[in-house]
């Protein structure tokens, strides 16, 4: 799978943010070994997310109208329900739930630094 610049980016950026999470998390967390596995946990599916959201994109932009939104809503939901099950897996495995969750937000940041850095290129 063909991945784009603009997501290469956003992923390097998310592997650099986590590799920071977890060097201030060695402060801080006794259990640091859970919470490293919860962290890479985290942000590998993450990437996997968002390349499942570059692909229904780039799929729903050759279908028409009303059969892209339809397409698009199933995926949404799909995304979710895994991300319901990824969660369910790292409670279920022990992992440090916390670093699980923050390794599934760190798109959001990576995607301002990404959109920051672009914008002061330009």
């Known amino acids: 799978m ?3 610049d603009t997501l290469k980016q956003i992923i390097i950026t998310m592997i650099a943010l986590a590799l920071i999470v977890c060097g201030i ?3 801080f967390v006794n259990d640091i070994k859970s919470f490293l596995i919860g962290i890479a946990f985290g942000t590998v599916f993450s990437v996997l997310k968002l390349m499942l959201i570059e692909k229904t994109l780039s ?5 028409s109208g009303q059969k892209a939104v339809n397409y698009t809503r199933v ?3 799909l995304r979710y329900f895994l ?4 969660l369910l897996v ?3 495995r022990d ?3 916390i670093a699980v969750i923050i390794g599934i937000l760190l798109p959001s940041p990576a995607v301002y630094i990404v959109k920051f850095k672009n914008k002061s290129n330009n």
């Open 75 to 77: 995926h949404y939901t």
């Open 83 to 86: 991300t319901f099950a990824v």
């Open 25 to 27: 998390s060695v402060f």
């Open 2 to 4: 063909k991945i784009s």
């Open 90 to 92: 790292a409670a279920y």
């Open 59 to 63: 799929k729903a932009m050759d279908m």
């Open 95 to 97: 992992f440090n739930i």
